[in-house]
């Protein structure tokens, strides 16, 4: 059973930084895609950013492109998300999400899918 573990969310205040963690487990794939979707109070899911495992290829959102970086460590099945610049627009619940295969999806494709992780930034 596939397992996706989130952590690293919190209170940030705007300009600050903070770093996510999804740790993924439960699985044999050869090929994956693993990314961020968040999910802000009265707005629509969207798709932050993206890893495809094989060639570690990226995608990211136009908001956030330039301050969060997306990257994985295999041999920890750990992905990460380095979030810079926070914005108080960056504050929603973010989730790491996997879909077997190597192209990054759209945000509502994505097969399997982490508890969610808080990030607030305010002042």
């Known amino acids: 059973q596939v397992q996706l573990v989130e952590s690293g969310g919190g209170l940030v205040q705007p300009g600050g930084s903070l770093r996510l963690s999804c740790s993924v487990s439960?699985?044999?794939?050869?090929?994956?895609?693993i990314g961020w979707v968040r999910r802000a109070p009265r707005k629509e899911r969207e798709g932050v950013s993206c890893i495809s495992n094989n060639d570690y290829t990226t995608v990211y959102s136009d908001s956030v492109k330039g301050r969060f970086t997306i990257s994985l460590d295999r041999a920890k099945n750990t992905v990460y998300l380095q979030m810079n610049s926070l914005k108080p627009e960056d504050t929603a619940v973010y989730y790491c999400?996997?879909?077997?295969?190597?192209?990054?999806?759209?945000?509502?494709?994505?097969?399997?899918w982490g508890q969610g992780t808080q990030v607030t930034v305010s002042s």
């Open positions: 439960g699985f044999t794939l050869d090929y994956y895609s």
């Open positions: 999400a996997l879909l077997p295969g190597s192209t990054c999806p759209s945000p509502d494709r994505y097969t399997y």
